[in-house]
């Protein structure tokens, strides 16, 4: 495995980060047992970084893997947080829950731009006085945006930035690939830890596993990438990427029988996109709620590309 600091931070991570949204009830729901099983085997395999967010709910699954392992592991949580009160009752649910003394990255979640920078800035200070205490050890932000990483580059507040980065630019809000990625190579200039987030197009592109991840481990100014995973096998397959090897054949065939789905995300707003372009109507609004034909999807993805929550994902 690979491992890289994070920009001035003096984190050193895996270049496999453990996506924590997976296991937790927003997707796959395993059980906190079940789901401390999955993170502890990507611990064993050489990870030492995961990220998760205290929407995610998996505080108590990576709690139950810190205790089957003696490696120090750097974990990364992100808050919606916007003052001082938020900030700290984030800050110490997070503490409390995963039974540490310190948060190693703590982010501001799901930035827009220099202007949800500025409304959340109250709650950005809180983090930075808790890092002077010792109780966070490197701020920073997740984002969908450009400008947010654009505006996070020329903060010298922020010292990590977890941006989306894919082949196809699923799920950027504001501009292209080539946007986002001039926008990630400027602030990799400035010294910022940058960590990718939805190499897979938050399972869409799942039907070009092996270019996916050829295009992101490609990426020179990428620290890590947080890779989703709800099954050990998953964790196999995605260290032997990682590390340049060939993953077991009875590993491809028992992910090659799992039954996946279309899964809506709770924020969606029924704008009615992805109804319009799907081709086989296996999308409709029934009641107020996004609901899909199981018979009809095919879960080919391309509905993700035009939500512009990015709420839509297979898993």
């Not at 931070?9 to 980060?17: A, D, E, F």
């Not at 481990?217 to 995973?229: E, H, K």
Request: glycine share 8%.
């Amino acid at each position: 495995m690979e491992y890289n600091v994070l920009g001035n931070t003096g984190i050193k991570v895996s270049k496999l980060c453990f996506g924590g949204l997976t296991v937790g009830p927003l997707q796959a729901n395993l059980s906190i047992k079940e789901g401390g099983r999955v993170i502890a085997e990507a611990f064993n395999r050489g990870v030492n970084f995961i990220d998760t967010a205290e929407l995610y709910e998996t505080y108590g699954h990576i709690r139950e893997a810190l205790k089957s392992t003696n490696k120090d592991i750097v974990v990364s949580t992100k808050s919606y947080a916007y003052s001082n009160e938020t900030a700290e009752k984030s800050l110490k649910k997070a503490l409390k829950e995963l039974d540490r003394d310190y948060i190693d990255i703590f982010l501001l979640h799901e930035q827009e731009s220099k202007y949800t920078l500025k409304g959340h800035y109250e709650a950005l200070k809180y983090y930075m006085k808790m890092k002077e205490k010792g109780y966070i050890r490197a701020v920073g932000i997740s984002t969908h945006a450009v400008a947010a990483v654009n505006a996070a580059a020329n903060m010298e507040e922020i010292e990590v930035i977890h941006p989306i980065i894919n082949k196809n630019g699923l799920g950027i809000m504001d501009g292209s690939l080539n946007d986002m990625m001039d926008a990630i190579k400027a602030a990799k200039k400035n010294n910022k830890g940058i960590y990718g987030m939805k190499p897979l197009g938050g399972g869409n592109l799942l039907n070009s596993i092996d270019e996916c991840f050829d295009f992101v481990l490609n990426l020179p100014f990428l620290d890590s990438i947080a890779v989703g995973m709800q099954r050990v096998e998953e964790v196999i397959a995605n260290v032997s990427r990682f590390n340049g090897e060939k993953i077991p054949e009875e590993v491809l065939r028992s992910l090659s029988t799992k039954n996946r789905r279309l899964h809506i995300g709770f924020w969606c707003e029924r704008c009615g996109r992805c109804v319009e372009a799907c081709k086989l109507n296996a999308l409709k609004i029934v009641e107020d709620k996004l609901v899909v034909d199981e018979e009809k999807c095919v879960l080919c993805g391309y509905c993700s590309s035009y939500c512009p929550q990015f709420c839509i994902k297979v898993v």
